[in-house]
C-alpha cells in the first residue's frame, strides 16, 4: 500500500536554528508532493508544492524542499526559524492521476522556543 | 469569497445518534473531499467527489455517507454514531492544475466531533 512516513513525531528548537523534517513515500510511479502546515486551532494550509521541473522547491514564509527522487524523498528546511513557526506540518503524496486524493504522513510537531 | 465553510465547528453526540456534516464551497471547484485528523495519524481520505452526481470511497468510508447533488455543497453523514469517530473533520476541495492529474487542496476550518 501507498504510504508516507515522517521521520519526527515531535521537534523542538530554538529560534534561529535551522529546520530539517523527513520525508518518504513509498513507490507508486509518478508524484506530486506537497508540504502542509497547520497552526495551533486551524485549518491545513499548504506551504509548498511539487510537481515537476526543478527538484529544489521554494514555499511561503522562507521555507524550501527538496524532492530527492532515488530516494524517495521530499524534506522540508528552513535555514532559520521563529517563534510563529510553532505548528504541525504535514508531508502529502499524491500518485499520478488520484486527483486530490492526498495520502498524508502523520504529521511532525514543531515548537519553537522563543 | 467565504472558501470551504463547514458547519457545525463543533458536536456532541451520544453513540447510535446521526448526523450530518455541512461542507459548502463558492469557488466552482469540481472535486471536494473529507478527511478526518486524529492525534498521531494525519488526515485520512473518508469519501470523495469528483463531480456532482458522483462519489466515491477513499481510505477509511467505513460508518459514512455522502451524496453530491450540486457543485457546492458536499455533505458527510454519520448515519450511527460510534466512539470510534470522534475525530476532527475537514472537508477540502481542489484547485485543479491543467495536464497535472492534480492541484491544490483548500481546506474548511473542520469540525470537531465527540462521540460517548
Known amino acids: 500500500a501507498q504510504s508516507v512516513s515522517q521521520h519526527n513525531h515531535h521537534v523542538i528548537l530554538s529560534e534561529a536554528a535551522s529546520l530539517e523534517l523527513g520525508c518518504n513515500y513509498s513507490y507508486g510511479g509518478t508524484v506530486n508532493l506537497f508540504w502542509y502546515v497547520q497552526y495551533p486551532g486551524q485549518h491545513l494550509q499548504l506551504l509548498l508544492k511539487y510537481f515537476s521541473g526543478d527538484p529544489l522547491v521554494k514555499g511561503i514564509k522562507g521555507f524550501e524542499a527538496e524532492f530527492i527522487k532515488s530516494k524517495f524523498s521530499f524534506n522540508l528546511r528552513k535555514p532559520s526559524v521563529q517563534w510563529s513557526d510553532t505548528a504541525e506540518y504535514f508531508c502529502?503524496?499524491?500518485?499520478?492521476?488520484?486527483?486530490?486524493?492526498?495520502?498524508f504522513g502523520k504529521g511532525t510537531k514543531l515548537s519553537v522556543k522563543p | 469569497n467565504a472558501g470551504v465553510t463547514q458547519t457545525p465547528k463543533f458536536q456532541v453526540l451520544k453513540t447510535g445518534q446521526s448526523m450530518t456534516l455541512q461542507c459548502a464551497q463558492d469557488m466552482n471547484h469540481e472535486y471536494m473531499s473529507w478527511y478526518r485528523q486524529d492525534p498521531g495519524m494525519g488526515l485520512r481520505l473518508i469519501h470523495y467527489?469528483?463531480?456532482?452526481?458522483?462519489?466515491d470511497q477513499g481510505e477509511v468510508p467505513n460508518g459514512y455517507n455522502v451524496s453530491r447533488s450540486t457543485t457546492e455543497d458536499f455533505p458527510l453523514r454519520l448515519l450511527s454514531a460510534a466512539p470510534s469517530q470522534t475525530s476532527v473533520y475537514f472537508c477540502?476541495?481542489?484547485?485543479?492544475?491543467?495536464?497535472?492529474?492534480?492541484?491544490?487542496?483548500?481546506f474548511g476550518e473542520g469540525s470537531r466531533l465527540t462521540v460517548l
Open positions: 477540502a476541495t481542489l484547485r485543479s492544475l491543467a495536464g497535472l492529474g492534480t492541484g491544490e487542496l483548500f
Open positions: 502529502a503524496v499524491n500518485y499520478g492521476g488520484s486527483q486530490g486524493n492526498l495520502i
Open positions: 467527489s469528483v463531480g456532482a452526481g458522483i462519489t
